[in-house]
């Protein structure tokens, strides 16, 4: 008796999940050969459900059935592309729609290749575009302080090779910018005590005026002593700032750092103690950064010596 259309497709959908299941795990030289009878299976299968709606038979179950075989080799076509790679069918999608899938699958796989790799391509170039983006605004675009900074450092570099000059020609340049800058100001006036002590007090007077406070131009200004190894010029400022405010944790700090690069440590220790004993009143982090020095310090010193002090 011969068997209907739709039993026919229930045997062929049976048969192409077996034929699916041997692709997917492939057997060496038979894989090519069960990935061909896939392709010539579902075309066979395509068209018996053509056959089978015009006739207005109910197949959704099995069409339920293909769709989960077509969704597990559709997860695996880079396998099946693989072992149809050299196939003679490749030319015979030519003949069928889009939709008819399994003819298409080496343009579907070459296809999403060359997507990924666009994709790939202009991932790269982005990259690379930002990395040069944030590289030149790094290099040429500095914040005010970064360039007010980066002016000082170069000024002081000037001064330790007696370039007054040019160490006055950056400055001044810069304050053309930011006239407003009591750190310029201050670096011009150090520049020009070397060999202007007139031009040397305005640029002080103006960098006071822009300060805060008195305090704060003094300290600021001992700093910038002591990055030039001035260390006579920085303590002279700092005791300055504790005769205006004798718990000025800052400028206590400041002094105890001079008082060790000179190897006066049992006067830094005592500068350090007298930060300790200030408690709240002193800046947090600079109570921290004392507590840590004074440690280090009392490590070196034999209590003899510490008792011979006091």
Known sequence: MKESPLEVLRENIETLKRISGKILVPESSESTKYAEEFIYLRQKIEDLILELKKQNIPIESEIVKLSEIDGEIKKNLKTLYKVLKNSELKNKGKDYPKENWWWHIWEIVE????????????????????????????????????????????????????????????????????????????????????????????????????????????????????????????????????????????????????????????????????????????DPKILVMSKMRLATLLQKITLPELKGDN
């Not at 590289?135 to 914040?143: E, L, P, V």
């Not at 980066?150 to 400055?171: C, G, P, R, V």
């Not at 150090?190 to 060999?195: A, G, H, K, L, S």
């Open 111 to 282: 296809g999403e290749r060359r997507k990924s790799l666009k994709r790939s391509v202009i991932l790269f170039l982005v990259i690379g575009l930002i990395l040069g983006t944030v590289f030149f605004i790094d290099s040429y675009f500095k914040t005010p302080s970064e360039e007010i900074i980066e002016t000082i450092e170069k000024s002081h570099k000037y001064l330790s090779n007696n370039d007054f000059k040019n160490a006055e020609k950056i400055l001044k340049d810069k304050i053309l910018k930011y006239e407003n800058s009591p750190e310029l100001w201050l670096a011009l006036g150090i520049v020009f005590e070397r060999e202007n002590k007139k031009e040397a007090e305005n640029a002080f007077k103006r960098a006071l005026e822009l300060y805060k406070s008195e305090e704060e131009f003094l300290i600021n200004r001992a700093l910038e002593y002591k990055k030039l190894n001035d260390l006579e010029k920085s303590e002279k400022d700092l005791l300055q700032v504790l005769k205006l405010d004798q718990n000025n944790s800052h400028a206590l700090y400041i002094l105890g750092t001079i008082y060790e690069e000179k190897n006066k440590i049992a006067e830094a220790i005592k500068i350090y103690k007298a930060i300790e004993e200030l408690g709240d009143k002193a």
